[in-house]
């Protein structure tokens, strides 16, 4: 299947950093990413949506400006979190849909973020 | 809205053993119905699917029968192995919208030899 990779894979932070999450689609384009946290023995939850060559679409209570969506091309999107503090601490996941929104999503292996 | 529940775990069972994970579902219309397992390390990969009612999803040994009845998508295997270890979430997309994927909170399987 399609392959979607994430780095760094783990990131450990001092308070009121900002850190960037890179999420790549290695061998498909994707005009559409998604950007998942999630929590200890907890579900996935959506964050956002990143469009290439447009702003963001964010799901209600995400602060668009703490956690910055740059869909920079075809197989690229970043996830900034900025000014980070220890309760945005969490594992956060990408996914990408090959050949269109409605089509089977490929997730990445994720990005464990510690903030101290 | 939209939601998914599935069984706390973990799970813990013996190789051969059968396997049975609950997931019922809250959706308006149609919902496509998913299950991702995430093994140690990796990042979540689809099992199997079913898009419509009384369709049935299978994937090596597993398997789960869209009821629409029972709004549930119950994972099922008759004999499970020690590789089949992991995370197991439940999850539906609807057929309405932006088609966005509505997670469970996950089931942690553990099969010990």
């Known amino acids: 299947g399609a392959v979607v990779s994430q780095h760094p894979s783990r990131v450990i932070c001092k308070s009121g950093t900002s850190v960037k999450i890179e999420c790549r689609s290695l061998?498909?384009?994707?005009?559409?990413m998604f950007w998942y946290r999630q929590f200890p023995k907890q579900s996935l939850m959506l964050m956002a949506t990143s469009n290439e060559g447009s702003k963001a679409t964010y799901e209600q209570g995400v602060e668009k400006d703490k956690f910055l969506i740059n869909h920079a091309s075809l197989t690229l999107s970043t996830l900034t979190v900025t000014s980070a503090h220890p309760e945005d601490s969490s594992f956060y996941i990408c996914s990408a849909p090959s050949g269109g929104v409605g089509n089977e999503q490929f997730f990445g292996p994720g990005t464990r973020l510690t903030v101290l | 809205g939209d939601s998914v529940t599935q069984m706390e775990g973990p799970v813990t069972l013996s190789e051969e053993a059968f396997l049975t994970i609950n997931c019922t579902y809250t959706?308006?219309?149609?919902?496509?119905l998913f299950w991702y397992v995430q093994y140690p390390g990796e990042g979540l990969q689809l099992l199997l699917k079913?898009?419509?009612?009384?369709d049935k999803g299978s994937n090596k040994g597993f398997e789960a029968t869209y009821r629409k009845e029972t709004t549930s998508f119950h994972l099922e295997k008759g004999s499970v192995q020690v590789s089949d270890s992991a995370v197991y979430f439940c999850?539906?997309?609807?057929?309405?919208?932006?088609?966005?994927?509505?997670f469970g909170t996950g089931t942690r399987l553990l099969v010990s030899p």
């Open positions: 061998d498909f384009q994707a005009t559409t």
């Open positions: 999850a539906l997309r609807s057929n309405t919208g932006f088609q966005k994927l509505v």
């Open positions: 959706a308006t219309g149609y919902p496509s």
């Open positions: 079913a898009t419509k009612a009384d």
